[in-house]
């Protein structure tokens, strides 16, 4: 983690700009000696951390906002650093090689936002979810080219190496996104996909809550799936064959086609090594019979009122409120002045929850570094954090 660290800190008075950054402002959390300062690099919005300790000050980038590529997070060290003649009594921040990092623009890497408000087309959708190699996407995608596909993956190498190889083979008919596929689906359209590929996901048998296979995923997968569309899971565990069995067969009515060690067109390298082991291959399939209705889309969620900061700050204190299958938790409250400020806070789902701010400035209240996504437990969120504010 890129960080600075000095014996003095005399801080000047803001804004103050160098190299191309700008610190607009410094907010203070007067109960635990940290403060935050709201930093901007050209189309790049972030906080650095100033941590007081008992005998120095440790200045670090706040991982919540952390932007990309790590350059920017060192070089405005740096800069911060020249601005305040800081003499460092440790300092990690010099210039290594950088690597290109899945945050730079891509035609095929997208943000979750897009997919939420911007994703549109006419074509059927096919959908892989933790692709890995890619090598079973690539196929699909190439031997499909009138499918549109989606690739929900969440480790760095494995994206970028299928961006390089879908350049390398001129595949036009790809998107990917780095999320979580428990909550992907929500922004498809109802009826619209006609694959949906989970090829040996993380079993996660000391933490099932995890697991991608669940009562709600499968909801979700029926309602985006045509009818006669098709969810495929694939696993050589035992445990997750018979928990995801059990969790189908959970559904009123369900059609499922179960089969053992089959071959398919394209394996993945580690379906490969496990079958030199001789593990067994599981799969089952359930095929949508259902026409579902459209699902009401979530508009951006904002705030309709502008509360008084002060007002805030005098009835703030740190809690947690818990609703039926979503919660609140605000956290701590910083100071940038008497009217301004930011709370930070998490909500949303138990198990998928948004962490973010809450920033008091300008006469406007807006959630940062980006807005809340629009998903239902959110939207029930997002009405508790507004009874908050306006009670």
């Known amino acids: 983690m890129p960080n600075i660290q000095t014996k003095k800190l005399d801080y000047k008075v803001f804004p103050l700009s160098q190299d191309g950054y700008t610190f607009h402002y410094i907010a203070d959390s007067k109960k635990i000696n940290e403060k935050l300062i709201y930093t901007t690099f050209e189309d790049k919005s972030f906080f650095l951390k100033i941590i007081e300790r008992e005998n120095d000050y440790l200045i670090k980038y706040d991982k919540l906002t952390r932007v990309s590529p790590i350059k920017i997070i060192k070089d405005a060290l740096k800069a911060f650093q020249t601005l305040h ?10 210039s290594k090689k950088e690597t290109q990092h899945l945050e730079k623009s891509d035609a095929y890497l997208k943000k979750i936002s897009y997919f939420a408000h911007d994703f549109h087309t006419d074509k059927e959708i096919w959908v892989e979810v933790g692709f890995g190699s890619g090598r079973h996407l690539l196929h699909q995608a190439l031997a499909n080219p009138d499918i549109q596909f989606i690739g929900l993956e969440i480790h760095g190498p494995s994206i970028e190496q299928v961006i390089k190889q879908c350049k390398i083979q001129n595949i036009n008919n790809l998107l990917l996104a780095a999320f979580d596929a428990r909550i992907f689906l929500e922004f498809l359209s109802s009826n619209s996909v006609g694959k949906l590929f989970v090829h040996f996901p993380v079993p996660w048998d000391k933490k099932p809550h ?5 009562p709600a995923f499968i909801d979700e997968s029926t309602r985006v799936l045509k009818q006669d ?7 050589d565990s035992e445990n997750y064959y018979a928990y995801s069995y059990e969790t189908f067969m959970s559904l009123t009515q369900c059609d499922l086609q179960i089969r053992k060690n089959q071959e398919i067109v394209i394996s993945s390298k580690y379906e490969d090594r496990w079958k030199r082991q001789e593990k067994n291959i599981y799969d089952i399939t359930l095929t949508n019979q259902e026409i579902s209705q459209e699902k009401e889309k979530i ?3 904002t705030f309709s009122q502008q509360p008084s900061f002060k007002e805030v700050k005098a009835k ?3 809690h947690v409120f818990k609703g039926d299958d979503y919660f609140v938790h605000f956290e701590r409250l910083y100071e940038i002045d008497e009217n301004s400020g930011i709370i ?24 940062f570094p980006y807005e809340a996504l629009p998903i239902k437990q959110n939207l029930k969120s997002h009405k508790k954090i507004e009874e908050f504010l306006y009670a």
């Open 85 to 94: 003649n800081l003499e460092l009594t440790f300092s990690n921040i010099e």
């Open 210 to 214: 995890r697991r991608v296979i669940s």
């Open 229 to 235: 569309g098709t969810l495929e899971l694939r696993t």
């Open 299 to 301: 508009t951006k969620l």
């Open 316 to 318: 703030f204190t740190p």
């Open 344 to 367: 930070k806070l998490s909500f949303g789902a138990f198990e998928k929850c948004e962490h973010k701010y809450l920033i008091f400035n300008d006469n406007k209240i807006q959630y």
